[in-house]
């Protein structure tokens, strides 16, 4: 069978972004290369909604975020990390091993924290130098209230609020300067739709402020160094040029379809999926749940990792399973990045002959895509080319 | 112009990669990714002459660099720098950044170190953890006499000998448990013929029990950690997929090349381009030169930068100038990776015609072709397919 692909990253990169990639090699230190590094520049701030400085990194998203932390912080100071699912936890694991003090500000798997908690952490932490928070969390499909925490943290003179947006940029109106977001994260291998190994990070002037005073130790990861290069459209190392390449072709898939065209999909395809999902008779995982995946919680009465193994093994189609604590128990299905309403009838289509197969069938076949097709229909019209 | 490329990194990518990496996206945690990415480690096992597990790194080899210090040493540690171009001296700062206490052993920009310099720099540091050196100065196109400095090292039971080989492994007979080499790095973008974003490591035993104490910070770049994973055919975080399937397709390339016949082919491309260039009148700025590079002094009766400069903006072709200390002054040119014999044929008969042009006729025309032709009639036979 074909392969598919609706994981939540690496997602699908579109046919015109690969053979963009395929062209031969540019060197970076030349004209060409920094006509097309400043046009990524300028599809990159209109893609953050910011008036900084979008800088471009080559790692994965987990990268950037431990460049944000070297670049901002010194040996000792205290973060609040949001938990609440394996990223949320990393961005903690990541401080402590960094050396930084990481309180955990606890929240259970498939919730949004609870913005109290935060606020009382702050309030037991004065010294707290950041709070971080993903705005969509992957392994469990919440979308965390980071506008509200942002208003916590605002209103603190050295405190920065970090957003991990890796699965939220480009799925959803999010714009730092608007929303109080001090640092911006994300990854190429998602909204984005390229592949992995390019992150982007956007910092706020009460951020840079910080850096000056930034005491831990780096040097791939500088983030002054690369503003100060790629503001003349250059990187402080060799970036990965390829990857650039297909960036500027996805920035331009990405500003044909608008940014309100690109949220309403997004909210579209979550919302089908989701009622989808649940027309048959299964219950969603997460309580505020995510425009970019959305998680699902399997039926008792199957194996663990049913649906995700059976997708895998015999519909050549990779969905995401459960990780860490919540392990066989839930699935995932991405609808961030190169998706349509088409992908996502397929998907439930898949999930429901597997459901069959596995010997789940308290559902009338066709349920899930019937319910679907309800909310995907109004984004069944031609669109502009 | 058609657009050609013989700069030092990143080098050109054959058609085959190109294509490979343009099928469509893989996810990760997926036995077809498995199955690409145990073929790559075989395949880099066989190009690095280790029985040592080679890891694999989305980021630039400087970023790979970074994870060596990162994970042997503890702050304040002694390592020794050989210095004598960029790249030997970005060792020492990056040491320094880290919190590594870096001792420069100086070497003259296109000179090899002096081994006595190193050895006494050894005597004076008796506390001293590594010796980092370039094989290949990609700045000044020199090979230093790392296998010398091995010897010295090895001696000695809680020093590392790290060797900096990204213009180097590939290029000529590099097989680190021979040459007692406790660290190697290379980059994707070099002899290995792909885009850069991805760097390689092989660590020693005695490496790998340095680990254990070391206490530098450090999250994604914690070769441990990776072990980890890749053993299990994973990484610890989202790998430039598309990069792998090139890696997949370029060690195959190499594989049917050979390793004796990349290395006669490096070296046959190299002394060509030396001898073109001496024929010329001009003078190697190398005073040992590396197979990788070509680092040529210009005449000193046209403008600096002149030959860089000039086959940038006529002939719409790509060599390197010189960095730092020796800016303007030299060029060079590169062969290694994806280049045949006609590719040094064809910038020598560029640099001819841009040497015309810009006042210094000091030559026979073709000369300069003519001298390198002695030397690449060895390679024009026909090669199995």
């Known amino acids: 069978m074909k392969y ?22 540019w060197h970076h230190r030349t004209p060409a290369f920094e006509t097309t590094f400043a046009r ?18 080559s790692c994965s998203g987990t990268g950037a975020f431990e460049a944000a932390y070297c670049s901002l912080f010194s040996p000792g100071e205290t973060v609040l990390c949001v938990a609440g699912g394996k990223f949320g936890e990393r961005w903690a694991n990541m401080a402590k091993a960094l050396g930084l003090n ?53 209103g603190k003179d050295d405190c920065l609020m970090i957003v991990d947006a890796i699965t939220a940029l480009g799925v959803w109106d999010i714009a730092p300067e608007r929303d109080g977001i001090d640092v911006l994260v994300t990854g190429s291998q998602k909204a984005l739709m390229l592949p992995p190994g390019l992150a982007f990070t956007s910092l706020s002037d009460k951020a840079w402020a910080r850096n000056a005073k930034a005491k831990l130790p780096r040097y791939y990861f500088d983030l002054a160094k690369e503003k100060k290069n790629q503001l003349q459209n250059q990187t402080a190392y060799t970036p990965a040029v ?7 072709e996805s920035l331009k898939l990405m500003h044909e379809e608008g940014l309100a065209g690109m949220f309403a999909r ?26 970019s995946v959305t998680s699902v919680l399997q039926p008792a009465s199957i194996k663990p990792d049913a649906v995700y193994k059976g997708l895998m093994n015999r519909a050549n189609l990779t969905i995401a399973g459960g990780q860490d604590a919540v392990k066989g128990k839930i699935f995932r299905v991405a609808h961030l990045g190169y998706y349509d309403e ?4 397929t998907v439930l289509g898949a999930i429901e002959i597997v459901l069959r197969q596995e010997g789940y069938t308290a ?22 080319a």
């Open 4 to 25: 598919r692909l609706l994981s939540p990253g690496p997602t699908p990169v579109p046919e015109r972004v690969l053979t963009a990639m395929a062209n031969p090699i």
């Open 40 to 57: 990524c520049r300028d599809g990159l701030k209109w893609l953050f909604q910011t008036q900084q400085e979008v800088l471009t990194l």
């Open 102 to 154: 990481a309180v955990v500000v606890p929240c259970e798997w498939g919730d949004a924290v609870d913005v109290q908690r935060v606020k009382d952490a702050l309030d037991q932490h004065p010294d707290a130098k950041a709070v971080t928070v993903c705005a969509s969390e992957t392994s469990t499909g919440v979308r965390h209230p980071y506008e509200q925490i942002a208003k916590l943290v605002k």
């Open 242 to 248: 390829s990857l650039v390449e297909g960036l500027l």
């Open 266 to 291: 997004h909210q579209r395809l979550a919302a089908a999926t989701r009622a989808g999902a649940q027309a048959l008779g299964l219950a969603l995982f997460a309580k505020a749940p995510a425009d």
């Open 342 to 345: 088409l992908d996502i009838i």
């Open 363 to 384: 559902f009338t076949p066709g349920a899930g895509v019937g319910a679907a097709s309800e909310i995907l229909k109004d984004g069944f019209v031609a669109k502009k």
